[in-house]
């Protein structure tokens, strides 16, 4: 035992070594926060031990170093911070109370953050979905229309993934129906309105008797650069068109046509680029289907 006296006091001592102070705490950090000392609360909230707090404690965590990181003029670090908390707390809003810089960050970020995080939650939920895990999928596909209409400016090509999850919702949702053997009701109208982009071109209606299929929903549709003085053209001038592109079961642009043109130069340089554009096919009772799919271009003056 004299032995290892030794050892077990250096054991004792290096356990020590790496334990986290007990002032090392959410509390500390708020208290050296409200005292300006930013670099303090910053080392505390990297003693802090990995959390597996609930939500809002682990977003109160990254709130605080956001806070931090902006008093200190580290931006790019506080947006990364906020990154966090939007991914971990998608639907989380500072209150009008909050700092006005951080009010005004988040906002920037969240705009960026969310449609990722929609298109995410989509995908999971349409896995589930195919696994026939239909509350799973159910829920997920309702959370993904939440994010989409909580953007206060609408990413464009969020409206066909909204339309897509809204299908596949009212699909999950009847199928949880016919398993509970109930017949399924109608689905009800969503009370929060997504903010108008363009005036959407009425569908024709299916024929009789025939499943509905949901649109195509952008994956990656990238436009080419748009230079005026590139073209000859004057940077006030604005020009108009639309391309026309066929979708097949993969997601795949198998052909592309103008069928407005909206520049000489421009247009075999759009038609180039469709062809590198992918998609989540269009459905029809569930099951993907060749669609075709009209883009109308807008290429706006350079100030």
């Not at 990297?46 to 609930?54: D, M």
């Not at 993934?161 to 009800?188: E, K, N, V, Y």
């Not at 108009?240 to 066929?246: D, F, H, K, N, Q």
Request: aromatic content about 6%; some cysteine.
């Amino acid at each position: 035992m004299i032995e290892l006296a030794p050892l077990l006091v250096a054991a004792s001592v290096a356990l020590a070594a790496v334990q986290p102070a007990a002032s090392d705490s959410l509390d500390s950090v708020r208290q050296l926060y409200a005292s300006a000392d930013y670099e303090s609360a910053l080392a505390t909230l990297e003693r802090l031990p990995p959390t597996t707090a609930p939500v809002v404690e682990a977003t109160e965590i990254e709130r605080y170093r956001a806070l931090c990181l902006l008093a200190l003029g580290r931006t790019a670090a506080a947006e990364l911070a906020i990154e966090q908390i939007v991914r971990l707390n998608p639907s989380y809003q500072p209150d009008e109370q909050e700092a006005p810089r951080l009010r005004s960050a988040y906002a920037s970020v969240r705009a960026r953050v969310v449609p990722q995080v929609a298109r995410t939650q989509y995908t999971e939920a349409k896995a589930a979905y195919d696994r026939r895990e239909y509350e799973t999928a159910s829920t997920g596909f309702t959370q993904t229309i939440a994010l989409v209409d909580s953007l206060e400016s609408a990413d464009p090509t969020l409206g066909d993934l909204r339309t897509l999850a809204t299908g596949f919702a009212d699909l999950s949702r009847a199928a949880i129906q016919a398993a509970a053997g109930t017949p399924p009701s109608a689905p009800a109208a969503n009370p929060v309105a997504s903010p108008a982009i363009a005036t959407p071109v009425p569908a024709a209606p299916e024929p009789a008797g025939e499943v509905p299929m949901m649109p195509p929903v952008v994956v990656q549709q990238l436009l080419p650069p748009w230079n005026p003085s590139a073209f000859g053209t004057q940077f006030q001038s604005e020009f108009r068109g639309a391309i026309e592109v066929t979708i097949d079961e993969r997601g795949i642009v198998t052909s592309a046509r103008i069928v407005e043109p909206i520049h000489p130069v421009y247009d075999p340089q759009l038609l180039e680029a469709a062809t590198r554009w992918r998609y989540e096919p269009a459905r029809r009772g569930g099951e993907p289907v060749v669609s075709v799919k009209r883009v109308d271009i807008v290429l706006r003056p350079r100030s």
